[in-house]
């Protein structure tokens, strides 16, 4: 049998960074990760405690496509409390991970062949999903100045079909304020392309509240996740609210690929929205990191970041100490016990000189992990 071109997607480098970190720990070796985008925590203890119970009670069969009518509402309540906005529950779609949104809105809004820019860096799995469907990535590198995301200059004389955005992205944590995403989104409408928001990592903001773009228009998808914020990376469960014409393309897809979310983790998700408490606590922990981090980090010779406005990562240009930042990746975890993620996965040209470091994990961890780099790096300051 022959497999198909448009499955050879690349891998994603992250899993050797973190096989390897795990061939270390198995081998004895003490492992700081500051290589993994995920908490270090549990889904909240009260939702927990509901899909106990739902075990006892319920048979948790399939649930209808588009989600438990009583998530779809408490999502829909989680726009009035976040943002102001009032939106309608007939128009959120409970999805397995952000991962099956991005699935069902790329085969609902694109063609094969149609072209969606996304900006470099950023999640890779974006432009491998897309590459799966068929579908063109098209990738711009954002600047510096322009905080690593697209802005419309950068777009006025492409022609694609659909943007996506990230904000807080992954890798670099920087967000796009209501200016920013209202000229993007009319960007999108002014050339009929469709806008995708990832916004997986609201709730997990530092400064200033992260802005959705159902705030900016109603043709708009976006994407969000109980992954980061609501801590259940593993549960797969997110969502996606979409324009109201929209909803039943994306029933029906939903209903063939999917069938549902996994109906244990919608009940638990459900309970975790009200979980306010322990969830603040966790992003406590994740801004006490932050500000070690961005403390810590320049003292062994990372210097060159931009503080992040939302999620875990601190993205560093390390063009200075390497130009292989694979190869520096494999040298500090070997030399200090510390896995950190080589930029290649976000950006495969000038990922060779940039790293991203995780402080999802505990403020400890984080402590220990920087005294690490910092003994390392005091000896090792140049290109070797
Ligand atoms: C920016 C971004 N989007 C989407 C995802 C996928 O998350 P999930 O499928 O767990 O919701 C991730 C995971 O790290 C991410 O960083």
Redesign the pocket.
Known sequence: MQNSRRGAVDPFIVMDVMEAARAAEAAGRSVIHMEV??PGTPAPEGARRALAKALEEDALGYTVALGLPALRARIAKLYGEWYNVDLDPARVVVT???????LLAFTGLFDAGDRVVLGKP??P??RQILRALDLEPVEIETKPENRLQPVPAELRDTAFDGLLV?SP??PTGTMLNKDAMEALVGLCADKGAAFIS?E??HGVEYEAKAVTALEVSDDVVV?N????YFSM?GW?A?WMVVPPGMVRQIERLAQNLFICAPHASQVTALAAMDCEEELQGNLAVYAANRKLMLEGLPKAGFDRIAPPDG?FYIYADVSHLTDDSRAFAAEILDGTGVAVTPGLDFDPARGAGTLRFSYARSTADIIEGLARLQTYMATRQQKP
Do not use: V
Not at 96 to 102: D, H, K, L, V
Not at 225 to 228: G, L, N, P
């Open positions: 985008g995920q397995p991970g952000s991962s099956g949104a991005f950023g999640y799995s974006y990230a992205s992954n990832d997986i990592y994407i996740s109980f992954s980061k990376t797969r997110g999620a």
